[in-house]
């Protein structure tokens, strides 16, 4: 892909950034989580998991909120990036394959790039939606010590991180295709926006119970 203008390359590198921080914190998070259960220290291993829940939630809540915003633009830009559609084979888990075998379906029925366009938007949104639930969830009955098969969770958590990192990269190259067809006039008012995006599901996330009573779950 083409190197972006001055401005665009700044709004994409301050975005990525802000997104990139939190994933390093949320995959280091997990894998202390990882390291401390192999090591037997149990309770730990269970406070970072939770941690790591947290800041999966954030990101997750700002890619989504980031899907929106770039839907709403979208609709009064001209001229839209051509996407790909997600690839099968790039998900581990049902949750990401079920989705890109949609999105491959309905890339190649939708006549138009830019109803697959956004359509691609709304699958990453509501994968990245979906994998946070999963990954809360997941996470909590490890906490709790709820987990009937607690190994099989641990494996599940890093399934998910996977596919989330899968439906994280293909927002970056979203982001950076849809700089390109961006016309200038509106870098400024689309980089404020980003900016200040209000992270609506951040709120409903940390509403959720993630406070279960910490139990060993091997």
Known sequence: MAALPRDKQSVFDTVIARWECLYAMMSLALDDAIARRMRGQLVCACQQVSVSADLFGRLASSLVSFCTILTNRGRHIASLPVVEPLKTEFFRGDTGQSAASWNGILHH????????????????????????????????????????????????????????????????????????????????????????????????????SRTRPYRVSA
């Not at 994998?131 to 010590?145: K, Q, V, Y």
């Open 109 to 208: 029925v939708l006549f138009g790039e830019r109803s697959r366009f956004f359509h691609k938007l709304r699958i990453l949104s509501s994968t990245l939606d979906q994998l946070d639930s999963e990954f809360s969830e997941t996470a909590a009955d490890i906490a709790s010590g709820l987990a009937i098969e607690p190994s099989a969770s641990w494996k599940m958590l890093e399934c998910q991180h996977y596919d989330f990192n899968t439906c994280f990269r293909e927002v970056e190259v979203v982001l950076k295709s849809f700089l390109h067809a961006l016309p200038a006039r509106h870098v400024a008012s689309f980089a404020a926006e980003l900016k200040s995006a209000p992270e609506a599901k951040l709120l409903r996330a940390r509403a959720r």
